[in-house]
Antibody, heavy 120, light 106 residues
């Protein structure tokens, strides 16, 4: 059974940093692209970042480029999102999602999300 | 960046109604359009991928069509468990979601 479990969310002050993790199980982690998607309270889904299976290719939404870094540890079956210079507008539920075996695939499995709140 | 425009943003419908939601891309995305259903407090669920392929386990009353820039999600006969918010997503060039369509009970 495919499972994705996010952790690392919490309350952080503006300008602070946080690292999110997504522990994956039930599939060959290194074979899949992985994504981070966020959702501000009461708002829609926003794609944040993606990474390919071996970690050599990454992409970011303009709103987080230069502040967030996606990475993965295939030995630990874990996806990460390092978030620096956090702003109030980064407050959201953050979901990790499994992509396809290529960059064109959909998010077919999602975690339950981890909540990030940026406030003083 | 590719922009995705969904319409309507909300609709009211009754059980048994046929419901259609549209999604338009700002440039051609071939068939790389996915549809998700999200219920309050839950993660999204994939319904349709590659414009018209039904995800395993999804009821056949859900269908998708389109290519290029214009796409449609159809629910042939709305069921009580279908009241939710629906999102389209392009996966052709990085990724972008539409703004969502909330389907409410009339």
């Amino acid at each position: 059974e495919v499972q994705l479990v996010e952790s690392g969310g919490g309350l952080v002050q503006p300008g602070g940093s946080l690292r999110l993790s997504c522990a994956a199980s039930g599939f060959t982690f290194s074979s899949y692209w992985m994504h981070w998607v966020r959702q501000a309270p009461g708002k829609g889904l926003v794609w944040v970042s993606r990474i390919n299976g071996d970690g050599s290719s990454t992409s970011y939404a303009d709103s987080v480029k230069g502040r967030f870094t996606i990475s993965r540890d295939n030995a630990k079956n874990t996806l990460y999102l390092q978030m620096n210079s956090l702003r109030a507008e980064d407050t959201a539920m953050y979901y990790c999602a499994r992509g396809g075996r290529n960059s064109l695939g959909p998010g077919d499995y999602w975690g339950q999300g981890t909540l990030v709140a940026v406030s003083s | 960046d590719i922009q995705m425009t969904q319409s309507p943003s909300s609709l009211s419908a009754s059980v048994g109604d046929r419901v259609t939601i549209t999604c338009r891309a700002s440039q051609s995305i071939s068939i790389y359009l996915n549809w998700y259903q999200q219920k309050p407090g839950k993660a999204p669920d994939l319904l349709i991928y590659a414009a018209s392929s039904l995800q395993s386990g999804v009821p056949s009353r859900f269908s998708g069509s389109g290519s290029g820039t214009d796409f449609t999600l159809t629910i042939s006969s709305l069921q009580p468990e279908d009241f939710a918010t629906y999102y389209c997503q392009q996966s052709y060039s990085t990724s972008t979601f539409g703004g969502g369509t909330k389907v409410e009970i009339k």
